[in-house]
């Protein structure tokens, strides 16, 4: 091999320059989309919060590849190595049919009915003689409706490179959002051929002889650093970062605090990521679990009926007595059991004993499905109706919740001590069983079973009775083999929820007898095994639990959907329920060996449980996703995979901390999250040598995160090289939240020289940087769209985060400003109200940065004098004027203009169909703060009223009357309505053309 070690140490990375941030949130986002066919979601989706592979991708090849003097080669090798470019589309099967093709070409006038009928040919099939035979006729492009997809074929003396000449032109005719959502994901494709055809390219751009992209890595890691790259992590959580660094082909070197983070990354790098040979291993491991525990349970004999029929759900219920009534009611907020099959639960008095009988009805009609939709339990009150009268009762009284002097309340619950395993007979809250989905005994080893819902007979009491007798017998052996959990449930903002509403101290109070013994007998299986073999095994008991526990719901199907157990993490809480789903252990074994097998291999790596803070780890890249203020608390609901595993783990875990050390957990914001982020960057920085880089992942909050980061980057030696935008979040998810997040790529290397400025000097320096790179920024686009991209390069978004990110370039390089040594004055606690250096340069730089942004048609000047929500409302009309629709744009551009309550002028928030409310939506509200005031509000209201047609004599009076100074700043009227005629021409065509007529009256007002 003949490329040079170090020879390109002092090289800028592409992505110091460079990024396609748009393609690159495309595809970040389809993957999002992907759901549990992400490749990491097959280890565990109560993880939430892995960053796409695809950003990771990026990452590490944006930081590998060198930026050099010709940005647009670079740009192009790129996208190659990312197979985002458009030839990669034809092999990540985003092929047309000839008759696509042909169609779509010709509507947009990009084929003519002469290269039509030169092309393709018409394939037919005849009978002739009895014989079925196929003929070819030539084409003429009016017979293009009636011919079948398969008709139409390429005449054979038509040659490949114009065959795909035109492809390629079908496939540019596309968006690339459209593009993306048809095409496979490249990480599904064989890699081989994804690649192949891109090597001579890109060896001839970088002066390199890879045949692959780990051979690839190797030699740009030897170019940069002297050998194969290490990539450290050390905040590996769901370990995307350290597995996609792997499989690129990079040494990973990943730890995290939190034990149960280090397993999934362990399982990332050795389970999916296993070598050939021991995929077998791993997939046999699996077998014989669930072979092991079937028989177990099958000898007990607690899941099968008399009949050999095997239970796959148990359906439970909290039971109460009622104050009023004196009645034991079941609780649940629905009786509705099957959906799809209108089964339901019905309550039947039992007089003698003052309670319930619940019978188990199928095939009801829809309205009985809708009366047993109303539950005993709905909006917090217990509701049930008895010889005709319907009681209610408050639920908070039953438990007997009393506020407290300081605010806080308890109740009268019973706080379960660690012996206890079920409700006691006196306690408040009951738990009962009331329907079982059984397997008919035919189906049981069939691939497609067929199941019945039935009500509880004394043979399924007297089975209930039994394990709970097995359980009473040995739960505090098992505890003491580390098989069942013994951990306290620590007090916490999620953790409190099972204590407080249900007096559960202890986590394996989370479990019902039943869960226990199965999930006691998986543990017992699993500890049986060789050491490798546990390690996997123990990520598959995880999921187990995350689908076995007192946490998890029933769903009653929907069309299209049977019914199911729903996971414990659907969401990042410990929720409790009054009525839930225990699958049975056959259905869990079932379920861990129906795990989606996903193989991809890795290059291996380490996988240390330590604090950021105490990495001694020497990394040439370090790329991390920190935790941040909104952040998952990790920390506190992974205890609930901790408190089984941390007793007895494996070896090949046992050097970790089996402890979520929530003390140590970054977290929240603040002075002591930006001291310990910093002394976590500080030490990573120490271990990477002076050519080294960092990228640090965040979420875009608004400029205070930026003001924090500043100041963690300030205080541990980096600066700022660069910053991209990448929208990661899917609709689907947003539609939970109705909100926008995206990840912010920060780019960073070692602040290596000790410089000091006046804030005077940086001002101007700032000024200088932020036009720069913006200046090349839109040059690329430029550039872009003269070599036929249909597409800008960098939107908007992308320029404001880069107009950030240069006047960081410029500040982070100092160490100190006005004398004030920065890295200090970044650490040092802030008060209330006093001053803070950092957060105002922060200010000013974002400022200069939005300053700069100046929308196409509006004059420099004018642009300054704009208020912030006028800006906001100006830049957005002109992104809307562009097509483009997210709510994250308005969300991010409305912290950089800081128009807190930008909603107040948005006709639609909805996530992916956001827009402004047009000047005739705004009517006749929206005067008040800086936005009512604004010569803009004046003259969209005068927009309304030409609209309504209010004589324009009035009009013009109307706005003199609302612009303080009319007469000096009529220049900047005439242009505000000339920017809404020109940005609402195509969306609001009527307002447009009201503003022209504003803005010709304005010119031609007779003054004096
Ligand atoms: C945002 S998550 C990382 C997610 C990860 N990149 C992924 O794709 O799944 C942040 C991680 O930081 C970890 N963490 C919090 N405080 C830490 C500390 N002081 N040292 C090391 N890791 C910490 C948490 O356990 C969590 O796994």
Same mark, same amino acid.
């Given at each position: 091999m003949s490329v040079e070690p170090f020879a390109w140490r002092d090289r800028p990375s592409l992505i110091e320059h460079l990024l396609p941030a748009q393609k690159i949130s495309a595809e970040a986002q389809k993957e999002r989309k992907a759901g549990a066919g992400q490749t990491l979601t097959a280890l565990g989706s109560y993880w939430k919060g892995r960053k796409p592979l695809i950003l990771v991708k990026a990452c590490v090849l944006g930081a590998l590849l060198p930026a050099t003097d010709d940005p647009e080669a670079d740009l192009s090798v790129f996208e190659k190595l990312m197979a985002i %470019? %458009?030839? *990669?589309f034809l092999r990540r099967e985003f092929l047309p049919s000839c008759v696509d093709l042909v169609k779509r070409l010709h509507s947009r006038r990009e084929m003519s009915v002469e290269d039509a009928g030169r092309l393709f040919e018409i394939r037919r099939r005849t009978v002739v003689e009895d014989k079925t035979v196929w003929v070819l006729e030539p084409f003429s492009i009016g017979e293009i409706e009636n011919l079948g997809r398969r008709a139409l074929q390429w005449k054979e003396s038509i040659t490949d490179p114009e065959r795909h000449a035109w492809q390629l032109r079908w496939i540019q005719s596309f968006t690339y959002l459209e593009r993306v959502s048809a095409a496979k994901r490249p990480e599904e494709l064989n890699q081989e051929p994804l690649f192949e055809p891109i090597w001579s390219q890109v060896n001839t751009h970088l002066g390199t002889q890879a045949g692959s992209l780990p051979e690839l890595v190797e030699q740009l890691g030897i170019l940069r650093f002297g050998h194969r790259p290490r990539v450290g992590d050390t905040?590996? &959580? &769901? &370990?995307s970062i350290p597995f996609e660094a792997a499989r690129l082909g990079c040494n990973v070197y990943a730890s995290d605090l939190n034990p149960i983070a280090c397993m999934l990354t362990w399982g990332a790098l050795n389970?999916? &990521? *296993?070598p050939e040979v021991e995929r077998p291993e791993i997939e046999s491991a699996q077998a014989a679990l669930g072979a092991a525990v079937d028989r177990e349970i099958t000898e007990l004999d607690i899941e099968h009926d008399r009949d050999g029929n095997r239970a796959k759900a148990y359906l439970y219920c909290s039971e109460i007595k009622c104050p009023q009534t004196g009645w034991v009611v079941p609780l649940a907020p629905s009786w509705v059991i099957s959906r799809t099959r209108n089964v339901i639960a019905r309550l039947v008095p039992d007089r003698t004993r003052q309670r319930f009988a619940i019978e188990i009805l199928a095939g009801v009609s829809a309205k009985e499905l809708e009366e047993a939709n109303n539950g005993t339990i709905r909006d917090g009150e217990v509701i049930y109706t008895l010889d005709g009268e319907t009681y209610r009762t408050d639920f908070k009284t039953i438990r007997g919740d009393t506020r407290l002097p300081g605010g806080q309340t308890e109740n009268k619950l019973r706080l379960w001590e660690k012996t206890d395993f079920m409700p006691r007979p006196d306690d408040i809250l009951q738990d009962r069983l009331y329907c079982i989905q059984w397997i008919t005994r035919e189906t049981l080893n069939k691939g497609r079973q067929v199941t019945f819902f039935a009500g509880i007979t004394d043979q399924d009491l007297e089975r209930e009775q039994k394990v709970e007798d097995l359980v009473r017998e040995n739960l505090p052996c098992w505890q003491a083999e580390g098989l069942v959990p013994d951990m306290p449930i620590e007090t916490g903002e999620k953790t409190d929820e099972p204590i407080r509403t249900r007096g559960w101290t202890y986590w394996h109070h989370l479990f019902n007898p039943r869960q226990l013994l199965g999930l006691c007998v998986l543990r017992r299986a699993i500890s049986r095994d060789t050491e490798f073999r546990q390690a996997a095994l123990l990520v598959s008991l995880c999921i187990a639990l995350d689908n076995c526990s007192k946490l998890c719901s029933w769903n009653t199907g929907h069309p299209g959907s049977g019914e199911y157990t729903a996971h414990v993490f659907y969401n990042q809480a410990l929720n409790t329920l009054f009525s839930y789903s225990a699958r049975s252990v056959d259905h869990i074994c079932k379920t861990i060996l129906a795990e989606k097998k996903r193989f991809a291999q890795c290059f291996g790596g380490t996988v240390r449980s330590l604090p950021a803070n105490r990495t001694t780890q020497p990394v040439d890249l370090g790329i991390t996703d920190p935790p941040y203020a909104d952040a998952v608390t990790y920390h506190e609901i992974t205890e609930y995979f901790i408190a089984w595993i941390r007793t007895r783990p494996p070896a090949i875990f046992s050097d970790w901390l089996w402890d979520s050390r929530r003390p140590l957990a970054i977290k929240g914001s603040g002075d002591d999250f930006r001291k310990e982020m910093t002394a976590a960057y500080a030490a990573m920085s120490a271990y990477m040598p002076d050519y080294g880089l960092q990228v640090v992942m965040f979420t875009h909050q608004d400029a205070s995160v930026w003001a924090d980061m500043a100041a963690i980057v300030w205080g541990a030696g980096l600066q700022v090289a660069a910053a991209w935008y990448i929208a990661t979040e899917t609709s689907s998810e947003l539609k939970k939240g109705g909100y926008v997040q995206g990840t912010v790529l920060l780019i960073l290397r070692k602040r290596l020289q000790q410089q000091s400025a006046y804030r005077d000097e940086l001002v101007q320096e700032v000024r200088a940087e932020v036009a720069r790179q913006i200046e090349t920024m839109t040059g690329l686009n430029q550039l872009a769209k003269g070599s036929g991209r249909s597409e800008n390069l960098f939107e908007d978004q992308d320029l404001q985060m880069a107009g950030y990110a240069a006047a960081l370039r410029i500040l982070t390089a100092y160490s100190r400003i006005d004398g004030q040594d920065m890295a200090a004055e970044a650490l040092r606690p802030r008060q209330p109200g006093s001053s803070d250096t950092v957060k105002e340069i922060i200010d000013f730089a974002v400022q200069v940065a939005n300053e700069y942004l100046v929308p196409e048609g509006i004059a420099r000047g004018l642009w300054e004098r704009l208020s912030g929500p006028e800006r906001f409302y100006i830049r957005m009309l002109d992104i809307e004027a562009g097509g483009a629709k997210k709510l994250d744009n308005y969300q991010n551009f409305a912290k950089a203009f800081r128009y807190g309550d930008y909603t107040a002028v948005m006709g639609s928030t909805k996530p992916t169909d956001a827009r402004l409310k047009t000047a005739l939506e705004l009517k006749r509200a929206e005067f008040e703060g800086e936005f009512g005031k604004s010569p803009l509000r004046a003259v969209l209201f005068a927009l309304y009223e030409l609209q309504r047609e209010v004589d324009i004599d009035e009009v013009i009076s109307h706005l003199r009357d609302l612009v303080p100074g009319y007469l000096t700043r009529r220049e900047d009227l005439i242009e505000l309505a000339s920017a809404v005629a020109a940005k609402r021409e195509i969306k609001a065509p009527a307002e447009a053309q009201a503003a022209r007529i504003l803005f010709s009256r304005i010119r031609n007002e007779r003054l004096g």
């Open positions: %470019d %458009d030839e *990669a905040f590996c &959580g &769901g &370990g389970v999916i &990521g *296993a």
